[in-house]
Nanobody, 120 residues
Framework: QVQLVESGGGLVQAGGSLRLSCVASGRTFMHYDMGWFRQAPGKEREFVAAISWSGLRRYYRDSIKSRVTISVDNAKNTVYLQMNSLKPEDTAVYYC?????????????WGKGTLVTVSS
């Protein structure tokens, strides 16, 4: 089993920045890639970014990649999502995930999510 706990969400004005964190635990979490997804009200959950624990493989959603950076801190078992120049349309619940990412998006574990609200 893998447990994922997100933090760092909140209310921010348009143009601002936030850094989301996800702490992973469990016996096998290092066997998975780590990802961030988001779900806006009334919309489907969508992929944002993913990374391997080595940091050598990173993937981003094309529409957002100029404004976000995903990173890992192996010593802290933590994955980060730095988001800059936030827009109201970035408002969503952001979920940390563990799975296989790259040519496919296959998620095995989800966190409970952290809410990001961007005001105009």
């Amino acid at each position: 089993q893998v447990q994922l706990v997100e933090s760092g969400g909140g209310l921010v004005q348009a143009g601002g920045s936030l850094r989301l964190s996800c702490v992973a635990s469990g016996r096998t979490f290092m066997h998975y890639d780590m990802g961030w997804f988001r779900q806006a009200p009334g919309k489907e959950r969508e992929f944002v970014a993913a990374i391997s624990w080595s940091g050598l493989r990173r993937y981003y959603r094309d529409s957002i990649k100029s404004r976000v950076t995903i990173s890992v801190d192996n010593a802290k078992n933590t994955v980060y999502l730095q988001m800059n120049s936030l827009k109201p349309e970035d408002t969503a619940v952001y979920y940390c995930a563990a799975g296989r990412y790259g040519s496919s998006l296959s998620t095995d574990y989800w966190g409970k999510g952290t809410l990001v609200t961007v005001s105009s």
